[in-house]
């Protein structure tokens, strides 16, 4: 007894249809049929995804940008004024032989290195 083909034969409707033909023509051209338009989609993709990485970057570089003279002239006016002999003295003027050694606080569970 002969075996039946597990594919059915198409219609003549199915295969006057546009996907039939690409696949009949798909067979003889794949590069043209597929290949070609898939690289078009990558290139096309790069030109067009171009402007979403540059304000990406532009972003980046209005937060990120260097500084004028003014503005490095401008940082630390508030701060007071440092002289060496005044830290000197303020220094020499402690006494450093009285003092006594405190433990810091621990949280709880962790250890505080008591035997």
Same mark, same amino acid.
């Given at each position: 007894?002969?075996?039946?083909?597990?594919?059915?034969?198409?219609?003549?409707?199915?295969?006057?249809?546009?996907?039939?033909?690409?696949?009949?023509?798909?067979?003889?051209?794949?590069?043209?049929?597929?290949?070609?338009?898939?690289?078009?989609?990558?290139?096309?993709?790069?030109?067009?995804?171009?402007?979403?990485? !540059?304000?990406?970057?532009?972003?980046?570089?209005? /937060?990120?940008?260097?500084?004028? $003279?003014? &503005?490095?002239? @401008? %940082?630390?006016?508030?701060?007071?004024?440092?002289?060496?002999?005044?830290?000197?003295?303020?220094?020499? !003027?402690?006494?450093?032989?009285?003092?006594?050694? /405190?433990?810091?606080?621990?949280? $709880?569970? &962790?250890?505080? @290195? %008591?035997?």
């Amino acid at each position: 007894m002969p075996t039946f083909q597990s594919r059915k034969f198409p219609s003549k409707y199915q295969q006057s249809t546009i996907a039939a033909s690409y696949r009949r023509a798909l067979v003889h051209h794949p590069f043209l049929l597929f290949g070609l338009p898939f690289i078009a989609t990558m290139v096309a993709g790069s030109f067009f995804l171009t402007p979403a990485t !540059a304000l990406r970057y532009e972003k980046h570089d209005r /937060k990120v940008r260097q500084m004028t $003279k003014d &503005e490095e002239l @401008g %940082i630390g006016k508030d701060r007071r004024k440092v002289d060496m002999n005044e830290e000197y003295y303020r220094l020499a !003027a402690k006494d450093l032989d009285n003092w006594e050694n /405190k433990r810091v606080k621990r949280l $709880k569970g &962790e250890h505080d @290195g %008591i035997l």
